[in-house]
């Protein structure tokens, strides 16, 4: 049984640019949620999506959109990358019916912006 | 504002030397604490969840505590697969679907 796995594990963007981060939840999962985790820092929620619709969002500006397909899967986007955008971005999925002790987490994508 | 700050920033220790991690936190109202291991490169593992003033929970070599304003996870003779960093995070009454992260101990246990 296959994990949160995210996609591309690496990326290397510039300045101005924009980014699309994806994620496919754990099997039998259909709620995602999107953490950014910098340097030394600990993760810090965007937001959780589901049934196709962003459900909650945290302290983040409009440039961090998201998207939620029917298969559930899920996609980050920013735009316009900011050097402060530099993270590990993680995304964990549950079931809707479970509590957090049952958020899994994926490995991240490495954003690192140039 | 709700926070939550770990300390030490990292630690230490010789295989078998025990010793505490602590959790501090200031929030409005607490839904969970919860403990989690991440090794580099890799997203956080889940390991303990505590509800209420006086919970304990035990997995292996790891004992995790709480009280009404920190938690604390003691380890136990201490082996060196148990290095990683060791987050905090909480659960809010009114905020069920986020969790507000410490930055984390990050533990070297040295043969």
Redesign the interface.
């Known amino acids: 049984d296959a994990g949160?796995t995210q996609s591309p594990t690496h990326l290397i963007k510039t300045r101005g640019q924009q980014v699309t981060l994806r994620c496919s939840p754990k099997s039998g999962h259909d709620?995602v949620?999107w953490y950014q985790q910098a340097l030394?820092?600990?993760?810090?929620?965007i937001f959780?999506y589901y049934e196709e619709e962003e459900?909650?969002r945290?302290n983040f500006p409009d440039r961090f959109s998201g998207h939620q397909f029917p298969n559930y899967s899920s996609e980050l986007n920013v735009n316009a990358l900011l050097l402060g955008d530099s993270a590990l971005y993680?995304c964990?999925s549950r079931t809707s019916g479970a509590?957090?002790?049952k958020?899994?987490?994926?490995?991240?994508t490495q954003l690192s912006v140039l | 504002e709700d926070q939550?700050t770990q300390s030490p920033e990292a630690l230490r220790l010789q295989e078998g030397e025990s010793s505490s991690l602590n959790c501090s936190y200031t929030v409005s109202g607490l839904r969970?604490l919860?403990w989690y291991r991440q090794d580099p490169?890799?997203?956080?593992?889940?390991l303990f969840?505590l509800y209420s003033a006086g919970e304990e929970k035990e997995k292996e070599r790891l004992k995790a505590t709480l009280t009404k304003k920190e938690s604390f996870l003691h380890i136990t003779a201490p082996k060196p697969e148990d290095s990683a960093t060791y987050?905090c995070?909480v659960?809010v009454r009114y905020?069920t679907?986020?969790?507000?992260?410490?930055?984390?101990t990050r533990l070297q246990v040295f043969p």
């Open positions: 949160v709620t949620s030394g820092q600990g993760p810090q929620f959780q459900r909650q945290g993680l964990a509590t957090n002790e958020l899994f987490f994926g490995s991240g | 939550v969970g919860f490169g890799k997203g956080p593992e889940f969840t987050l995070a659960q905020n679907d986020k969790l507000i992260f410490g930055t984390g």
